[in-house]
C-alpha cells in the first residue's frame, strides 16, 4: 500500500543537539510538507517542498532545516536553535498542485530530556 | 491574514444523535475547504473537500455545508457512533502566509457515547 513513513515514533533530544526526522513516501507525490502540533494548536507549516531539490520556509521555519534530494523522501533536522522543540511533528504530501488532499504519516513525538 | 476558528473545542453527544461541527474563517472565501479526521498519536486522514460554488457534499454519514456568506462551512456526522470518536479539522488555503498552502484550524473533539 502506498503512503507516508515516519520515522522514529517517538524521539528524544538533549540539550545542544540536532536531531533528524524521516519522512519517506512512495506515492509518487511531488509535494511534500512538515507541520509542527501542539496541544491545543493547529497545525503550523514549518517547510514545504514543490520538487526536487527545491523548497521553502513556511511559517515557523526558523531553528528547523530541511533537505529534498530525492522525490520520496524530506527529512526534518530539528537544530539546536530550535529552542522549544517539544511537539508532534508531521509529514504530509500532495500529488503537486494546491487545494489537493494532504496524505499524513503517523507523526514522530519529540521531548527533551 | 487569514484566520480559520473551530468554535468548539470538544463536544459530547450520544450516540445515533447528529454531531454537528463549525468552521469559521475571517477573511477572503477560499476556493476550496477541506476537513480531516485525527486519531490520538495518529496523523490526521482526509475526509471531504468542498468547493466554493457547492453548497453540500456528501459522503456516506457525512455532510459538509460551505456558507461563503456566513464564511462558515459545517460538518454533520448523522447517526453518530462511538468509532467516530476523534478531532476533526478543518482546512482552507491560505494566500496571506506560505503562498497556497493549508492553514489548520485547532480542531474539535468530538466524543460519542454509547
Known amino acids: 500500500d502506498g503512503g507516508i513513513t515516519q520515522s522514529p515514533k517517538y524521539l528524544f533530544r538533549k540539550e545542544g543537539q540536532n536531531v533528524t526526522l524521516s519522512c519517506e513516501q512512495n506515492?509518487?507525490?511531488?509535494?511534500m510538507y512538515w507541520y509542527r502540533q501542539d496541544p491545543g494548536q493547529g497545525l503550523r507549516l514549518i517547510y514545504y517542498s514543490q520538487i526536487v531539490n527545491d523548497f521553502q520556509k513556511g511559517d515557523i521555519a526558523e531553528g528547523y532545516s530541511v533537505s529534498r534530494e530525492k522525490k520520496e523522501s524530506f527529512p526534518l533536522t530539528v537544530t539546536s536553535a530550535q529552542k522549544n522543540p517539544t511537539a508532534f511533528y508531521l509529514c504530509a504530501s500532495t500529488p503537486g498542485q494546491y487545494n489537493q488532499p494532504q496524505h499524513f504519516g503517523d507523526g514522530t513525538r519529540l521531548s527533551i530530556l | 491574514s487569514q484566520k480559520i476558528e473551530q468554535n468548539s473545542e470538544a463536544l459530547n453527544i450520544q450516540e445515533g444523535k447528529t454531531a454537528t461541527l463549525t468552521c469559521n474563517y475571517t477573511n477572503y472565501s477560499p476556493a476550496y475547504l477541506q476537513w480531516y479526521r485525527q486519531d490520538p498519536g495518529r496523523g490526521p486522514v482526509f475526509l471531504l473537500l468542498i468547493r466554493e460554488n457547492e453548497k453540500e457534499k456528501r459522503k456516506e454519514r457525512l455532510k459538509v455545508t460551505f456558507d461563503t456568506t456566513l464564511k462558515q462551512s459545517l460538518f454533520h456526522i448523522t447517526a453518530s457512533q462511538p468509532a467516530d470518536s476523534a478531532t476533526y479539522l478543518c482546512?482552507?488555503?491560505?494566500?496571506?502566509?506560505?503562498?497556497?498552502?493549508?492553514?489548520f484550524g485547532k480542531g474539535t473533539k468530538l466524543s460519542v457515547k454509547p
Open positions: 482546512a482552507l488555503v491560505n494566500y496571506g502566509g506560505s503562498q497556497g498552502n493549508l492553514i
Open positions: 506515492l509518487n507525490h511531488d509535494a
